[in-house]
């Protein structure tokens, strides 16, 4: 499986947009990008997934460049329970786990 | 809430001891798969079970083992417990409908050996 990069940790101010790089230079042409939080003492909740293009749900808004090697995660209104472990996980069509790696944890500040 | 149900939420078992963990899947989905998550560290994968059968394993020992029943709910079994399977064991739930749905997970399983 193609392997991801995120960093450790970031901040974001309450009511402001949160954008989340995950870096996946390796992915191949069948793999998706997926996108899930843990918030504490919870299990993991998907947010959203997407192949290439430009994808938006009620939580998120996926953006995968063009040659597929990097993806942003955005929460366009980060609220305090946005504060959450984010996982960027890449994932093979024909592949059933999800494998994650440490995440990036979130935290947002009133 | 996700509809993914796990038992106990903890748990404190005895080195060597075995252990049996329980999750029942949301309506309707088909598959189930089991995930430990060690303090700090994100999930991994331990199996899938598809029409109460093995459907894939990840890197870890026989004496980690499961069952699927006709209503879709599923076990994990974990024999001669050892002190590093201390850990949140999470389930998910599936349909094969659409390889790409999403999976929901349950609130998981605080286990602890001592």
């Known amino acids: 499986d193609a392997k991801t990069t995120q960093p450790p940790s970031m901040d974001c101010a309450e009511g402001r947009a949160a954008n989340l790089p995950c870096n996946h230079s390796t992915i191949s042409g069948n793999e998706y990008v997926y996108w899930y939080r843990q918030i504490h003492s919870q299990g993991p909740q998907y947010i959203i997934h997407?192949?290439?293009n430009n994808e938006t749900n009620e939580m998120a808004s996926l953006i995968i460049t063009e040659d597929r090697k990097s993806s942003t995660l955005i929460l366009p209104h980060a609220t305090l329970r946005d504060t959450a472990v984010y996982y960027c996980i890449v994932r093979p069509t024909n592949d059933y786990k999800l494998s994650f790696g440490a995440g990036t944890t979130v935290t947002v500040r009133a | 809430e996700t509809g993914v149900t796990q038992s106990p939420t903890h748990l404190i078992k005895t080195r060597g001891q075995q252990v049996t963990l329980r999750c029942s899947s949301q309506?309707?989905?088909?598959?189930v798969s089991w995930y430990q998550q060690a303090l700090g560290q994100g999930p991994q994968f331990i199996f899938q079970y598809y029409r109460e059968e093995e459907n894939g394993r990840g890197n870890f020992p026989p004496r980690f083992s499961g069952l699927q029943f006709p209503n879709y709910s599923s076990e994990l079994n974990v024999n001669a417990l050892e002190l590093d399977d201390s850990a949140l064991y999470l389930c998910a739930s599936s349909s094969d409908r659409d390889p790409h749905t999403e999976a929901f997970f349950g609130q998981g399983t605080r286990l602890t050996v001592v």
């Open positions: 309506s309707g989905h088909n598959t």
């Open positions: 997407g192949l290439k």
